[in-house]
Nanobody, 116 residues
């Protein structure tokens, strides 16, 4: 059974930074396009960043472009999301999953709260 575990969330002030990590229980991360998603109460989960095999073709939602950077280390089954210049509207629970997402792969997510 595949398990994706997100970590690295927390509190940050506007303009601050956080680095999220997603570790796969088995070698799923290194053979699929992976993405970071986020969800706020009452809204649908949205894809904010994706990265292709081998770390190529990163893509970002317009709302985070220029501020977030996605990366992956396949031999560690890990995907990262470096979040800089954080804004209050980045407050959400962040998840990783394949792109497109596989419902069975959703983990618990990690809460990111941006507030002064």
């Amino acid at each position: 059974q595949v398990q994706l575990v997100e970590s690295g969330g927390g509190f940050a002030q506007p303009g601050g930074s956080l680095r999220l990590a997603c570790v796969g229980s088995i070698s799923v991360i290194n053979i699929y396009v992976m993405g970071w998603y986020r969800q706020t109460p009452g809204k649908q989960r949205e894809l904010v960043a994706s990265i292709g095999l081998g770390g190529v073709d990163p893509d970002y939602a317009d709302s985070v472009k220029g501020r977030f950077t996605i990366s992956r280390i396949n031999i560690k089954n890990t995907v990262y999301l470096q979040m800089n210049s954080l804004k209050p509207e980045d407050t959400a629970v962040y998840y990783c999953n394949r792109v497109p997402a596989v419902p069975e792969y959703w983990g618990q997510g990690t809460q990111v709260t941006v507030s002064s």
